[in-house]
């Protein structure tokens, strides 16, 4: 299985970006998929989670309302939308498959890191202020 992530970058406090992670090795669309984040000296935190049909999503609080995840499922890509980014954004980003396949997502489980088998490589988001 791997997990190729892209789409990082520099970026002006206010600006956009939006990250990719190709899925190969596995059927894509069976899949509860999930971004997550590290800041340097922290730990990895949650950033947002969607099930393998795309119609449960979840956010965590400092993202909700600015970023949104979905999915193309035709294409094994998920995506991570980026909006008003602010300095506190920045961070490697990964997208990782999770080890459920559910109607609606699990909040406490989706939010795990170790609810999720596979991680990607990361992406680096520099947010300036």
């Known amino acids: 299985v791997q997990l190729q992530a892209s789409g990082g970058g520099l970026v002006q406090a206010g600006g956009s970006l939006r990250l990719s992670c190709v899925v190969s090795?596995?059927?894509?669309?069976?899949?509860?998929m999930g971004w997550f984040r590290q800041a340097p000296g922290k730990e990895r935190e949650f950033v947002s989670a969607?099930?393998?049909?795309?119609?449960?999503?979840y956010y965590a609080d400092p993202v909700k309302g600015r970023f949104t995840i979905f999915r193309d499922n035709a294409e094994n890509i998920l995506y991570l939308q980026m909006n008003s980014l602010k300095p506190e954004d920045t961070a490697d980003y990964y997208c990782?498959?999770?080890?459920?396949?559910?109607?609606?997502?699990?909040?406490?489980?989706?939010?795990?890191?170790?609810?999720?088998?596979?991680w990607g490589q990361g992406t680096l988001v520099t947010v300036s202020s």
């Open positions: 090795g596995r059927t894509f669309s069976n899949d509860d």
């Open positions: 990782a498959v999770g080890r459920s396949s559910t109607t609606k997502l699990i909040i406490g489980l989706a939010s795990s890191t170790s609810w999720y088998d596979y």
């Open positions: 969607i099930n393998w049909s795309g119609t449960s999503t």
